[in-house]
């Protein structure tokens, strides 16, 4: 894809813990700002330049230091992708995943849904540079990008099954897999209405219409959660009334 760079991600570099280069030594104050001043570089260019291939070289030029300095922190591409993807979910808390966290109300499902839909979209609808990054090092076969989507995907599945009236449950149970169907589904849902190549196929249909196509899917998706998290309390109501 153009402006992305995945082929200078190897997995099997060895990687730097967090607070330490990639020698083993620990990071002290001019480190830490070294190491800083590399992530902010790559949002930067990230975020707001579409044309600049996202590479380890555009980096280093952006924060002004040299590839020898950039290796002792981010050893290939998908190191930094992955610290710069860390640091972007920072945010979705707050953004939208705060929003599953209390019980919905039964008699406002899809409101409530709807607002969750609307708010995950526009959080990845910011990040959606990132977003592509993230899919082309997994399309590329990087493990350690869908090891992270599933580190990250899993806590909206158990807020989902908790929405759903369940509780502790194997990730094969019924509850537990339609939770799963369903962060499949608007992560998905996500990846497809961020695209650039998704407004560009639709681009004469003008801006206004792609905005509501995106809303009737956000919609549709929203009734499939009420629906689900509607079906599953009635089972356990049910079930607690057996």
Known sequence: MAGIMVNESSADTPVPRTGYNLLGQRLGRKGQETRERILCAALRLIE??????????SVAREALVGMSALYLYFPNLGDLVLAVLARVMDGADSAFVDRLRERWP???LTA????FMRAHY???????????????FEDAGDARF????NRVSRPLIELLILQMGGGLEPMNSPIAS???????????LATITTNPIFHTNLHDT???????YIDDLLNAQ???IALAVRHHRDAAGQARMA
């Not at 707001?48 to 070289?57: D, I, K, N």
């Not at 169907?181 to 992560?187: A, D, I, K, P, R």
């Open 48 to 57: 707001t330049s579409q044309e600049t291939p996202v590479t380890l070289s």
């Open 106 to 108: 039964d008699a406002e």
């Open 112 to 115: 409530c849904a709807q607002g």
């Open 122 to 136: 526009q959080f990845w609808r910011r990040n959606a540079r990132i977003l592509l990054l993230r899919n082309s």
């Open 146 to 149: 869908l090891q992270f989507r």
């Open 178 to 188: 339609s939770a799963t169907v369903l962060v499949t589904g608007f992560e998905r």
């Open 206 to 212: 003008g801006v206004d219409a792609v905005q509501a």
């Open 222 to 224: 929203a009734e499939l």
